[in-house]
């Protein structure tokens, strides 16, 4: 089948609805039910939480892959190609699985209107259906209560992290917002909370849910020190699993101990041996991605707001490079742009911003600019497109420089493919 089917089907659906974004679960279950989707058979492991979700259901995809179990994951948004976000087995489905799922729910609903998310999600669940796999692993897309993810009721809930992200829809407390990511909790069944910090109304909800919930350093613990780490997790027994060291990679401690927490309690045991072998290919694109090309770093990070930019820049201060660091930093109007530059005040030698003229939701770059140089910053360029800022950014490294792109899925996502062609001609980064 060709690609132009799917895109054709793509732009379609950013139409059909009259909201891009339109909260709720009565058009998905109506749908789902008209296609008997519901209760999957296998068990479900829904996650939530301002960030971690995606890297968390990677860990989770690596671990059962080593234990020759078939999971079927969907994640969002994608960062290169829509089919990243549904995978049986750590493979994106081909263009035809997707298109002909779409086709089976365009049938089915009727005269009910569908979000481009709506239909991802559906879509998911038809695919994995028709594949029979073995653990389906489903990352909720904004909040939990109301996104389409949770007409699926989950035997264990993860919530990574509870952090102020998506006010308008969510709130602007943490304790508001964790009520919306306990949404995805269900009565007396398991949960996983890794928020060492959670919220008091998060608590209260647990408890009145009568869920079965482990709490990061107080059901299951994390020792972190230098450059490695070790934990203590709980069978579903309730027995203690103790894990070996482990080197830091490119997901965080905390959402591997979720991940491989939530596996267990749905007894899917696994080795010392088969943990070593998944964490040790496990790169998650755009997640602390390090790629080395002639002799200079270029790291790049999803990082789209205050607190997941905290982890990336601890992350670059346990990986110091041996010459300078240097940003490519572009993001969406709607994050709070300001605190995210200032928690990087005086750790880059030089900023590269642009503008993304395909992107209606994307910041002024002359904004970022003026905001960089009221903060102190002196070495600060603006481009008119990304691609001109990458290359820009190219003639000022020199070896054992570091180059940080990060801000948004959408800065990556247009600045990777940049490399991976420089890459692909052997070149050092050359103007085109």
């Keep these: ?10 732009k379609r659906l950013e139409t059909l609805h009259p909201r891009e974004i339109d909260l ?5 279950a109506l749908v789902a039910e008209a296609l008997q989707l519901l209760p999957p058979p296998q068990p479900v492991i829904s996650v939530a939480g301002t960030n971690g979700k995606g890297s968390t259901v990677a860990v989770m995809e690596a671990i059962l892959a080593e234990t020759d179990c078939v999971s079927g994951a969907y994640t969002s948004p994608h960062l290169l190609d829509y089919n990243e976000r549904i995978r049986v087995a750590g493979v994106p489905v081909e263009d035809s699985e997707i298109v002909q799922a779409f086709e089976q729910i365009e049938l089915a609903r009727g005269e009910i209107s569908l979000t481009y998310f709506e239909f991802s999600t559906l879509a998911a669940l038809v695919i994995f259906g028709q594949r029979n796999v073995d653990v389906i692993l489903l990352e909720v897309g904004i909040g939990g209560r109301l996104d389409a993810v949770n007409i699926v009721d989950a035997e264990v809930a993860i919530i990574t992290s509870i952090d102020i992200d998506h006010q308008d829809r969510l709130g602007d407390s943490r304790e508001q917002i964790s009520l919306e990511k306990a949404g995805i909790l269900r009565r007396e069944r398991a949960a ?8 008091l109304a998060l608590l209260s909800y647990i408890e009145s849910m009568g869920c079965r919930a482990l709490f990061s350093g107080a059901d299951y613990q994390l ?5 490695s780490w070790s934990a203590t997790l709980r069978t579903s027994d309730g027995v203690e699993r103790k894990l070996p060291t482990i080197a830091y990679g490119s997901v965080l401690a905390d959402n591997v101990c979720a991940g491989l927490q939530a596996l267990l309690l749905i007894n899917r045991d696994f080795s010392d041996e088969q943990l070593a072998r998944a964490l040790a290919g496990l790169a998650p694109k755009g997640r602390r991605e ?24 601890e992350y670059i201060d346990i990986t110091p490079c041996k010459g300078r660091s240097i940003a490519i930093f572009s993001a969406m109007v709607d994050k709070d742009f300001r605190a995210m530059l200032e928690a990087c005040s005086g750790r880059f030698d030089a900023w590269f911003t642009a503008n993304q003229p395909q992107v209606s939701r994307a910041l002024d770059a002359q904004v970022v600019a003026q905001c960089l140089r ?9 481009s008119k497109n990304l691609r001109q ?21 959408y800065t990556v996502a247009e600045v990777l493919p940049l490399l991976e062609k420089d890459r692909s001609k052997g070149a050092s980064g050359a103007h085109e």
Excluded: C
């Design 1 to 10: 089948m060709s690609k132009t089917a799917l895109e054709q089907w793509l």
């Design 389 to 409: 800022a990458f290359r820009r950014a190219q003639g000022l490294m020199a070896e054992g420089d570091r180059l940080v792109i990060f801000g948004s899925f």
């Design 374 to 382: 009221e903060q102190g910053e002196k070495k600060v360029s603006v």
């Design 290 to 313: 390090l790629q080395i090309l002639a002799g200079k770093e270029y790291l790049f990070d999803v990082a789209h707001n205050v607190a997941s930019l905290n982890k990336l820049l």
């Design 223 to 227: 020792m972190e020190e230098g450059s």
């Design 192 to 199: 996983v909370i890794a928020e060492k910090d959670p919220p």
């Design 24 to 28: 709720g679960l009565e058009r998905s």
